[in-house]
């Protein structure tokens, strides 16, 4: 990933303070086509939702589910968060092909989108928006073209203690004690922790058994919030997309 269009792609929405002032934020011509050029930044897209879907199906069936999972590994370790986004874009733009009764605001398809602040969040957290088909379209164009590593030794036993560290929940445990745990295993900040148990849970890894729960008033869960420590994680879904590494 090329420093200097990074830099140009993050000031253009974050500063020391946090979220720039959206009225105000802007990139000048220079920089944003050199960003452009490297491929971090991008005109404002306009698609239909046949568009959408037709780009989202082409995706899934020709891009290895191999290169999704090595991406979501290897990112554990070298910290290319964006790399860690694939897994939930890739099940949840199969959830938009194959269920019927999803709204069109889920699809997020229409005119003059913002792909730039879509791919700041993609890269700085590892994505917000795992929900939104134009999300997992721009995730997975990018992912596509990326040269991904084998994981390693290293990599592959980072993700076994994430996963032991799930299934050492306790009855009851909400998502925020989880991921206060996961501080033990995983080196990172609170917010990239918080999307990393979206991901899992966007991939029903962190699946939950029940949704009749109590949920707080104020909070920023999404995939995670029915979650509770009883429900540990999906096993066969492991399998499923890691049992080629050993992890179960």
């Given at each position: 990933m090329d420093k200097k269009a990074k830099d140009i792609l993050f000031r253009t929405y974050w500063t020391a303070k946090g979220w720039t002032d959206r009225d105000t934020r802007s990139t000048d011509r220079v920089s944003y086509e050199y960003a452009k050029e490297k491929g971090l930044m991008?005109?404002?897209l306009t698609i239909s939702k046949t568009e959408l879907v037709d780009q989202l199906h082409r995706l899934v069936t020709e891009i290895p589910r191999t290169k999704i999972t090595d991406a979501f590994l290897c990112s554990l370790t070298n910290k290319r968060l964006d790399w860690r986004s694939g897994l939930a874009s890739y099940v949840n733009a199969q959830r938009l092909l194959l269920e019927n009764d999803i709204s069109d605001d889920s699809f997020g398809?229409?005119?003059?989108?913002d792909l730039n602040v879509l791919n700041f969040e993609r890269i700085k957290?590892?994505?917000?928006?795992h929900y939104n088909g134009v999300y997992n379209l721009l995730d997975l164009?990018?992912?596509?073209?990326?040269?991904v590593t084998r994981p390693t030794k290293e990599t592959i036993q980072s993700f076994k203690s994430i996963l032991e560290t799930i299934e050492n929940?306790?009855?009851?445990e909400p998502p925020g004690k989880l991921r206060d745990r996961l501080k033990e295993v995983v080196k990172a900040s609170k917010s990239e922790l918080s999307t990393?148990?979206?991901?899992?849970?966007?991939?029903?890894?962190?699946?939950?058994?029940?949704?009749?729960?109590k949920v707080p008033g104020k909070h920023d869960w999404t995939f995670v919030l029915h979650w509770r420590g009883e429900d540990k994680y999906d096993k066969q879904t492991i399998?499923?997309?890691?049992?080629q590494y050993g992890i179960e």
């Open positions: 991008f005109d404002r398809h229409g005119e003059n989108i957290w590892g994505g917000v928006r164009q990018i992912l596509e073209k990326e040269i929940s306790e009855i009851g990393l148990m979206e991901i899992l849970a966007c991939a029903h890894i962190l699946k939950p058994l029940r949704f009749d729960r399998r499923n997309y890691f049992g």
